[in-house]
């Protein structure tokens, strides 16, 4: 089981950056997959980026964020990260850190339901 802490949201104009992180507790980080989702008021919750157990080039990302969102992890310190750059509006959002149990080093979901558990959220808040 693990144990999943956001933090780093907050409040930028847009077109500015922000990174969001996400802390696991537990001794098996590095087996799990991990995701990250948002939600806006009033919307689904809906998926922004994955990454592999192993990281590095193994990574997906929604059409609405990629080339401006990274997802990477330091296995050695249990985080995972989302650096977002060129924030637009529509970035608002409560965004959620997701961790699935992964058999393989290098399968990644991009769907919400594969992923058991959850961090608490953190509010990303991007004016125009």
């Known amino acids: 089981q693990v144990q999943l802490v956001e933090s780093g949201g907050g409040s930028v104009q847009a077109g500015g950056s922000l990174r969001v992180s996400c802390a696991a507790s537990?001794?098996?980080?590095?087996?799990?997959?991990m995701g990250w989702f948002r939600q806006a008021t009033g919307k689904e919750r809906e998926f922004v980026a994955a990454i592999s157990r192993t990281g590095g080039s193994t990574t997906s990302y929604a059409d609405s964020v990629k080339g401006r969102f990274t997802i990477s992890r330091d296995n050695a310190k249990n985080t995972v990260y989302l650096q977002m750059n060129s924030l637009k509006s529509e970035d608002t959002a409560v965004y959620y850190c997701?961790?699935?149990?992964?058999?393989?080093?290098?399968?990644?979901?991009?769907?919400?339901?594969?992923?058991?558990?959850w961090g608490q959220g953190t509010q990303v808040t991007v004016s125009s």
């Open positions: 537990g001794r098996t980080f590095s087996g799990y997959a």
């Open positions: 997701a961790a699935r149990w992964s058999p393989t080093l290098f399968s990644i979901s991009t769907t919400a339901r594969d992923y058991a558990y």
